[in-house]
């Protein structure tokens, strides 16, 4: 199964289940280096590991945020404003017209 924003063009970076696992990847990885002396290479290398995933996580969620704005909901929810908007515009053009008219028959 796939959480993927973006629509066309899809790629692995910005699917959000994909993410989820690298989060759980480096929250695992912290957790063993946790019970690593300070003073081990293995501790350094874990660190430097650490690093270079939270990079990544950071590109790759840079990458689908802007995605994630423009949903099926969202274009709804647009478009039903916009329509709304349109329909009080029409609706005040309609009186303004009726007015105009029963200033000109003199009524």
Do not use: C
Request: glycine share 4%; net charge positive; hydrophobic share 45%.
């Amino acid at each position: 199964m796939s959480r993927n924003p973006v629509w066309i063009f899809a790629t692995e970076s910005t699917n959000l289940l994909r993410i989820q696992n690298d989060v759980n990847t480096i929250v695992t990885s912290i957790d063993k280096i946790s019970t690593v002396p300070k003073d081990r290479s293995a501790y350094h290398t874990g660190m430097l590991d650490i690093n270079s995933r939270a990079l990544l996580l950071k590109t790759n969620i840079m990458d689908a945020t802007p995605y994630m704005y423009v949903s099926v909901a969202n274009i709804m929810f647009s478009t039903i404003w916009i329509a709304a908007l349109l329909g009080i515009f029409a609706a005040l053009k309609r009186k303004k017209q009726q007015f105009k008219e029963l200033g000109e028959t003199g009524v």
